[in-house]
């Protein structure tokens, strides 16, 4: 695959920032994991876009932290990934051989007040946040009807494969709302790849795809004709609004097919409710944190090794298939997409609290 140009988006301008102050990483004295073994867990299964996520950075995070130590990733699936969040929530480990990778589907539940959840992103110390995008893609006759705006669509009824209303398929759940779409989800699937896989077998005729997973197993549809790629999410530009997917530039974004489709509208607290959630979800969707008992020497070398991760002259070449063409932030800049991304305001969330129960009677309590 041709790789694709390097553009700054999402969180771009106070990574640049970052990169400018911190073109020379500071080296974290008296630090050394020689011997160790660094246990990077994340809350879910092997399968997975973070399993794949976590398993890119490994080997590169024991090439760069001071003292080569082995990385070893391990999986604490359950709740949805609340369950091995808790875990982390209760660890006091401050030498740095512990390190935690959360996703979208670990924040949510933290934005909506989820009484599973008993962890605070306050308590832990960020060290890198990566962002993603997704692909929305019809089959041909449908896409036909697609020119840029859905109202010709609004009279079809979809079946959409879901893993659940309050998992990143809420995002593309209530950005079809805010469409006009009538798609109906069928819950229970078990991850993203079945839901493609019901799109494959005509049980679906909307699904969307994760970058990493839309380039390796929808690409292929679309050469086949059985898919047409119709929009993408977008991706934040460095003023923070929504702006085209550097990895599709040639697509649409969610912002723009709403701006030109009827009743849709990109002001007011439905957007500010999908725009919380879509910077959750994806602009900086994964990260990795260190307890908050961990040093400040600790933090350091573990921001020296991404730094150093990101400067490797092939990252862009080696990570694109994995990460996309999205910023893999450090330092201020990961602090700043750990807070956009951890909070919302009352209003957008009650608004979503209300959505949820009026259309799907799904509850927090």
Not at 102 to 122: C, H, I, K, N
Not at 251 to 274: H, I, L, N, Q, R
């Amino acid at each position: 695959m041709a790789l694709r140009r390097l553009m700054s988006t999402g969180l771009g301008a106070a990574l640049a920032t970052t990169a400018l102050v911190a073109a020379a990483p500071v080296a974290a004295q008296d630090v050394s994991f020689e011997g160790q073994t660094i246990e990077y867990v994340i809350p879910f299964s092997e399968s997975g876009g973070s399993a794949r996520w976590a398993n890119f950075y490994a080997p590169l995070m024991s090439d760069t932290l001071p003292g080569e130590p082995t990385v070893v990733v391990r999986y604490r699936p359950g709740a949805g990934s609340t369950e091995g969040a808790n875990w982390f929530a209760e660890q006091d480990t401050d030498d740095g051989t512990l390190v935690f990778g959360t996703s979208g589907s670990t924040q949510f539940p933290f934005l909506l007040g989820d009484p599973r959840v008993r962890y605070d992103y306050a308590d832990w110390q960020v060290v890198l946040a990566s962002g993603t995008g997704g692909v929305v893609y019809f089959p041909p006759d449908l896409a036909e009807r697609f020119d840029g705006d859905v109202d010709d669509l609004k009279e079809e009824f979809f079946l959409y494969g879901s893993q659940g209303a309050t998992t990143l398929d809420l995002v593309p759940l209530l950005a079809f709302k805010m469409l006009g779409l009538q798609v109906d989800p069928v819950f229970g699937v078990e991850g993203r790849g079945d839901g493609r896989l019901m799109f494959e077998r005509g049980e679906a005729n909307i699904d969307y795809q994760t970058t990493a997973a839309y380039l390796a197993n929808v690409e292929p549809l679309v050469e086949d004709g059985i898919a047409v790629p119709a929009f993408t999410w977008g991706a934040l530009g460095d003023d923070g609004q929504i702006v085209r997917d550097p990895t599709f530039p040639d697509m649409p974004s969610f912002k723009e097919v709403c701006e030109a489709t009827e009743g849709c509208e990109t002001e007011g607290v439905a957007w500010d409710a999908w725009k919380s959630f879509f910077v959750s979800g994806f602009a900086a969707q994964k990260m990795v944190y260190l307890p908050g008992s961990a040093s400040q020497e600790v933090v350091d070398a573990y921001t020296a090794a991404f730094e150093e991760i990101k400067n490797m002259d092939n990252f862009a070449e080696i990570s694109e298939e994995t990460l996309g063409i999205y910023p893999q932030a450090t330092g201020d800049a990961a602090r700043a997409a750990n807070e956009e991304a951890t909070s919302i305001t009352p209003e957008a969330k009650q608004y979503v609290l209300d959505w949820l129960e009026e259309d799907y009677g799904v509850t927090m309590e």
